[in-house]
């Protein structure tokens, strides 16, 4: 990989189990969870009884890293001094086609040297972990590590609070309290736990042979992962009956398996990329493939049936929340739409409850871990008119439909929509209604405030309406079908006269003109083949925006000057040429290139100076994988 990530994943399974290196150099700070808050993980090397550290901060001195590369599935470093060259590779099983292995809460580290001076050397690895793995913050809890025994003649180290808070709180920073945390050496590793700066250490020693590999592996057992409406449920691996223990004994035993098989849909996914949109779009996508699948935990709910639910990272903490899964959905329609269903599953089950009293879609289910019931706005006060002000029912009607009428056609049935007819026609009805001119309402960029007649969210509405006009059609209700499509056509006409500019573009809103902004809604369109808006529509916004691109991108409109990666790419995919669709791709790649926010990807950031606005390790980095779905429908 050319760019050079603002952030490297090295364990990346869901929203409680994740660490990162911030730094370009693996020793040159200590690895982080997602919120920056530490999660460290420590590694050193002895070579003929001289200690080098190669990853984390302690008193060794640094063996020199010469190279490290990331890839959709691993990051690889290599690290030499004038006796040893020494290799790792951090790998994670996130295959959207293996629901199973995508789901089991292990990492792997695979290591191994060679001499650099042709001779024979004494080699061994330790590798160390603290209590923040286990809990929310170091010294909140104490904590207990033990050895167990696997089943197959191995161990491993464990640790885990004394008081185990199962599912107690809720909240964006803030990370898990419950379960435990598994460190597993190869075989004849030797373990220790101890204690370091007041905070319980666990670690795992083991030789090198020459030119051997030597597997690591950490795993996380949350024994419950989510409160669903009242009820703990498991994590998806856990269908297939196994402990913890045995499924570390299934991991190690594959592992080379699970490491060939990381590389190979690198490899495809990168080719795949680079054909559609070039070198640094590929890139972008490499960056962003497992933050965007690690933004989520797959559970089974209480009928057996899947679930994968979002975490909104680093912006409020809502959990499937309907904003958050549209944008991320490409990379779902692509590799695994059964996966798609499992996020829209938990949003119809509360939208058809008791709960949930009105005529549009709900925004989330709760906060992360605890999906109770819709959270946003629920903060504004108990008055409902104020509730209500803080929804946004066009963008999450129009939301659903899209990703439902998607769903359809790579499925070429209606099995999965019919599930759920009556509520999706008092949707479409709500679009129809409020749809064609919206009111004072929120949209899916609700940093910006509420915009009374938006464009954007206009375009939403017409296409959720012309989305399940094919649904309907697929369904044989071919009368139906036919005036849904002529009301989005119709909606469609109106909005190229409402909307334009003097210069052939068009606004922010109705009512302002010579503004401007990103018209992502359109790409359904084009994707579809609906024909609802003339080529010359979709071309001249796409000039628009070329016009307004700064040094690291161009701005989601007017008002500022940051910009959403999400976007940026939808927007782009409206281009009917390759080199004008990278003429928005470059520029967002040098932003994740130079900037100086060193995180897990941003999807908000200013186009003029590269810095994160807010936002990190979002699932909506999923929107980036739009240009693929070309061809698809």
């Not at 609070?161 to 920073?173: A, E, F, P, T």
């Not at 504004?380 to 129009?398: I, T």
């Amino acid at each position: 990989m050319k760019l050079r990530p603002p952030a490297f994943p090295l364990i990346t399974v869901d929203p409680y189990f994740s660490v990162w290196s911030h730094s370009d150099e693996l020793y040159a700070s200590d690895t982080v969870h997602w919120t920056d808050d530490p999660n460290p993980i420590r590694g050193t090397v002895t070579v003929d009884g001289e200690t080098f550290r190669f990853m984390g901060q302690s008193a060794d001195a640094e063996i020199k890293q010469i190279y490290s590369d990331l890839s959709a599935l691993v990051t690889d470093y290599v690290f030499e001094n004038e006796k040893i060259v020494l290799h790792l590779s951090f790998y994670s099983t996130l295959f959207p086609d293996d629901l199973y292995r995508l789901s089991r809460p292990i990492s792997y580290l695979k290591i191994n040297y060679e001499s650099n001076d042709g001779k024979e050397h004494k080699v061994s690895v330790n590798i160390s972990a603290t209590e923040e793995l286990c809990i929310n913050k170091a010294g909140e809890t104490p904590v207990l590590a033990q050895s167990v025994e696997l089943g197959d003649g191995s161990f491993a180290e464990k640790i885990g609070s004394v008081y185990q808070k199962m599912l107690g709180r809720s909240g964006d920073v803030l990370r898990i309290e419950w379960g435990y945390f598994y460190l597993c050496g190869p075989n004849g590793s030797e373990y220790k736990s101890f204690e370091e700066d007041g905070k319980t250490v666990i670690s795992a020693s083991f030789p090198l042979e020459e030119g051997v590999c030597s597997d690591l592996l950490f795993a996380y057992d949350d024994i419950k992962c989510l409160n669903y409406f009242g009820t703990n449920v498991d994590a998806y691996w856990k269908t297939k009956g196994l402990s913890m223990e045995q499924a570390l004994v299934e991991a190690k035993n594959e592992s080379g398996e699970m490491l060939e098989k990381c590389r190979k849909i690198s490899e495809e996914l990168f080719d795949d990329a680079e054909n559609a949109g070039g070198e640094k779009y590929a890139e972008l996508l490499e960056l962003s493939y497992r933050q965007l699948i690690a933004a989520h935990k797959l559970a089974v709910d209480t009928e057996g049936q899947i679930i994968f639910i979002s975490k909104e990272c680093l912006s409020n903490g809502c959990a499937a929340t309907v904003d958050v899964t549209y944008p991320s959905a490409p990379f779902f329609m692509l590799y695994s739409p059964e996966l798609l269903k499992g996020m829209l599953r938990p949003i119809f089950k509360y939208a058809e409850s008791d709960d949930w009293k009105y005529d549009f879609a709900p925004h989330d289910i709760g906060t992360y871990p605890l999906l109770t019931g819709q959270a946003y706005g629920a903060w504004e006060g108990s008055n409902p008119d104020e509730f209500l002000s803080f929804q946004m029912p066009v963008e999450e009607c129009g939301n659903m439909l899209i990703m439902l009428a998607c769903l359809c056609l790579l499925e070429q049935n209606t099995d999965f929509a019919d599930l759920y007819s009556d509520t999706t026609d008092k949707w479409v009805e709500y679009l129809i209604k409020y749809g064609n001119d919206p009111e004072n309402q929120l949209c899916t960029d609700d940093f910006a405030g509420h915009l009374a007649h938006n464009c954007n969210l206009s375009l939403k509405a017409i296409m959720g309406i012309a989305g399940y006009a094919k649904i309907l059609q697929m369904r044989g209700e071919e009368e139906r079908a036919y005036t849904l499509m002529k009301t989005a056509k119709e909606m469609a006409d109106s909005f190229v006269k409402r909307a334009a500019n003097d210069d052939g573009s068009f606004r922010l809103a109705y009512d302002r003109p010579d503004t401007f902004s990103m018209k992502y809604n359109m790409v359904w369109d084009k994707l579809w083949g609906t024909k609802l808006f003339a080529p010359c529509v979709s071309y001249a916004e796409v000039c628009s925006n070329m016009r307004h691109i700064n040094a690291y991108g161009c701005p989601l409109d007017n008002r500022a000057t940051y910009t959403k990666s999400d976007w940026t790419v939808w927007t782009a995919t409206l281009a009917p040429h390759k080199d004008e669709f990278e003429k928005f791709i470059a520029p967002m790649w040098e932003a994740f290139n130079v900037s100086q926010s060193r995180v897990p990807m941003t999807d908000w950031y200013d186009t003029t100076t590269a810095l994160m606005v807010g936002f990190r390790h979002r699932s909506v980095q999923g929107g980036l994988f739009i240009k693929l779905l070309e061809g698809r429908f």
